[in-house]
């Protein structure tokens, strides 16, 4: 006989603590330790280690979760799978996504997803710090690197092309730069990551190889919305991606600078749970975003900038 409480043991080794389990179950805290207490009482095993701040896995427990988490997992997919089957996809939807990246090249698709999936709710949260998709209890996931997790699939999404970008009349006053070194004499607009705190490093293909420069100046963002309105206003010098950027640069208002050393695109990637059956309502979103995001090939960008 399947204890009943043996669903409850599963959310909670999850969501990493009884809180978030008893978010995701919809119940209280109190009935979440309860629920833990009854199991460990029937099993007259030991399943956790708990302490006022922590709370993890005895090795009885860690048995118990190995031998029946995916057992339970295949038992809830196959029950969602064949519930698709026989209704629209509908119901909520979290997804992940890097702050300027999933407002500037993401949200633009989802308008048209939304229309043809109205039953589908998509909450999305932006953020460029990097999450753990399972604690969050995220459905999908968009970023250039997520947490090293054997629970999740990566797909890639997107190609994503750094280039340097400034006004025109930021140009005019302080001249072009010509190599990557000449950068020390011009104001760069440093991006800080919100999840290392530390300036992130410009990358340059330089005879072959990659070369890094930390970009030195007297603005840091944390937004790269934030950097591109800087450009806009004249403050100096940003590494943006293409995409973006597009617009500005064919408007004329921006310059693409040092175009013969950048680097190789960027793999942003889609990730999501490595369960053997999604719910409809995942799988359809992620073949869309696959069907219609639009890599920033260079062939593309060349078209582009001889129309200047």
């Known amino acids: 006989m399947i204890p009943n409480q043996l669903n409850t043991f599963i959310t909670v080794v999850r969501q990493g603590n009884f809180s978030a389990a008893a978010r995701q179950l919809g119940v209280s805290s109190a009935a979440v330790s309860k629920s833990i207490a009854q199991l460990e009482k029937i099993l007259e095993l030991r399943l956790f280690h708990r302490t006022t701040h922590s709370l993890t896995l005895t090795e009885n427990g860690h048995e118990l979760y190995k031998r029946t988490g995916h057992l339970v997992e295949q038992l809830e997919a196959q029950i969602e799978r064949s519930t698709d089957k026989q209704k629209r996809p509908h119901g909520r939807l979290k997804v992940n996504l890097p702050d300027s990246f999933g407002r500037m090249v993401v949200l633009p698709l989802l308008p048209a997803f939304l229309e043809k999936y109205p039953d589908i709710e998509l909450d999305l949260k932006f953020d460029d710090r990097i999450g753990d998709l399972v604690k969050e209890g995220a459905d999908v996931g968009i970023g250039i690197m997520l947490n090293q997790d054997s629970r999740l699939i990566a797909r890639e999404f997107y190609r994503l092309q750094p280039v340097l970008v400034a006004s025109r009349e930021y140009i005019d006053r302080h001249g072009m730069p010509s190599t990557p070194e000449e950068l020390v004499a ?33 603005l840091i963002v944390n937004n790269l919305s934030a950097a591109m309105k800087a450009v806009e206003m004249g403050v100096g010098i940003a590494a943006v991606g293409i995409g973006p950027a597009r617009a500005c640069i064919e408007q004329g208002c921006f310059r693409r600078i040092l175009q013969e050393f950048e680097p190789d695109p960027i793999q942003v990637m889609i990730y999501y749970s490595s369960r053997h059956y999604l719910p409809a309502k995942t799988r359809l979103f992620i073949d869309y975003l696959l069907q219609h995001a639009q890599d920033e090939s260079n062939e593309d960008l060349d078209r582009m900038l001889h129309k200047l």
């Open 186 to 218: 011009h104001n760069c607009i440093a991006y800080r990551s919100s999840t290392t705190g530390r300036k992130k490093t410009w990358n340059f293909r330089v005879g072959g190889e990659l070369t890094q420069i930390t970009p030195q100046g007297n």
